[in-house]
C-alpha cells in the first residue's frame, strides 16, 4: 500500500447547464457525482484502463476492471448556472486490489474556489465472480508515473 | 403499412422524484422523454424484443434491433412533487422496417389528466451496417396480438 | 405571424460526459433534449427574457413568462463518449403569443455532422392564470435583431 | 447532541427505469444518489420541514431551512432494470444546528438486499447568511418522535 500527496493531474472543463439546477435553484447533488465520475473516466483514460463502453466488440471485453465501491462529497459552494468548473482528479493511495481517487471542482463564478471534494474507492473486479483481483502491474506504474 | 386505433395497451407506475423538478419547480421536459423511454422498454419486453442490456454475452448479442430515430411531446400540465404518474403506451403504426409509438402520461394530482402526450418512430436497424432491415413478422404478430 | 430563415445565431459547445451513455452505449435520447434546453436558455439570456432562477427574490420574479409546450427532436447519429458539442439555436417563426425554436446539435467526432436536430415551441403565458398573453415587443425586437 | 439506533422509519417504493442504467449496464452511482434524496424529501415531509418548492409565493418562503452539507454512499450490488427498490430513510444524530441522516436502498431482485447504503450531513442554515442557525425546537421533537 502507498499513500501519495494528491496532485489531482487530470483537469477537466465543463459548462455548468442550466438543467443541472434543482428546484432549490442550486445545481443539484447528484451533478457533484457526475462530475466526479467524468474526473474518474478522464483518469481512467489517461492510465489506459480497459476500454469504457465494454459493449462493442466481445473479444475486446475485458474480464476485469474498475468498480466503484464507495465515494463521498462535502459540498462547499452553492453552484448555479451560468458557471463553468473545472474538476480536478487524482490517486492519494494505491493498494494491492484498489485504489483511492480523490476529486475537487473549482468554480470560475467563485474566483475558481472549491465548490465540492470528494474521494472515491475504486476496486479491481473479476467481471465474472464479483471478486476482487490484484491490479494490473502496468496500471499500478502508470498511475505512478502520472502523480510523480 | 397499417394503421391502428392505439389501444395504449402497456401501462407502468411510477412516482415523481422530488429531483425531477428543475429550478423552475416543475418536472423537467426531459423526464417526461425519461419515461416515454420506460414505456418503450416496458412495450418492448411485452412483445419480447431482443433483450435490453445488449452487451452481457457475446453470443446473445442481436446483429439487429430498435433504434429510435425520431420523438415529440406535448407538454399539457405542470408536473410537480409529489404525483404518482401512469404511463401509457401503445403503438398505432405498423411498418416495414419502423413502427410508431404513442405514448401518454395521466398525472393522479390532476385527476389522471394527460400531463404529458407524445409519438416515437422507431426503425429496426442492421447494427453492423446502420440501415433499417425489415421488422421480424414475429414481432409485428406479437404487436398485432397486443393491440387487438 | 412572421416566418424567418432559421439563422442559428446562437451556439454554445459542451464536452459529451462518459454518463450521458445508456445501457445501449450511446448518448441517450433525453440528453438531446437537455443539450436543446442549454441552447434555449443560452438564446433566453441572449435576447433578455425575465431571470430564470425565478424563484431568487420576490420583487423581482416576473408574472409572466416562457413556458415550453411542446418539443421534437430527430436522431440523425449516435453520439458516444469521448466527444464534443456544439448546439445551435434559432427561432423560425414569431407569433402573437409563442415563438417556434430550432435547434441542432453537432458532433466533433462525425466532423461536425448533425447529430440531432429539433424543434421547440415555446408560449408565452400568464404565470397566475396559466393562459397564453401576447409576447412584449421589445422581446419580439431583440429576436428579430438576433436572427436578421 | 444526541445519537440515536437508527430505525430507518420513512420507507419510499420505486421502480427502476431501464434509463437508470449507464454503459457498463448498471444502475450508474449518481441514481443512488437520487433514490438517497427522495428518502430525504420524504423524511422531511414527514417532520414538517419547510416548504419543498421554495419559490411559490414570496411570504410562504423561509428564511431558513435545510442544506446537505455531505453525503456518501457504499454501493454493495450491481443494481439492473428491472427491479424494484425500496429506500429506507431514519436520522442518527441529532445537533445543535445539523443532524445526520442514514439511507438504505434494497433490491428487490435481490431478495431485498441492501444494494446500497449511506448517510448525509444536513446543516439548518440561514438562507440569507449562508451561516449555520440552530435546529427549531419542533422539528428536532418531530424526529425524535419518529425514531422512537
Redesign the interface.
Known sequence: MENVEPKYPVK?S??I???D?????HV????F??LF??GR?AYF?EVQMPP?????E??D?PDHGP?????????LL?L???DNVRVETGVERVGNSSFTMVYRILSEKFGWKEAGRGKGVVVWCDYKT?KSVPLPEDIKQRMRTLES
Open positions: 477537466l465543463t459548462p447547464a442550466w438543467g439546477m434543482d428546484a432549490f435553484g443539484n447533488n447528484t451533478v457525482f457526475r465520475e467524468s473516466i483514460d469504457r463502453p465494454i459493449h462493442q466481445a473479444e471485453r468498480i466503484l465501491a464507495s465515494t463521498n462529497c462535502d459540498f452553492p448555479t448556472y451560468p464479483g
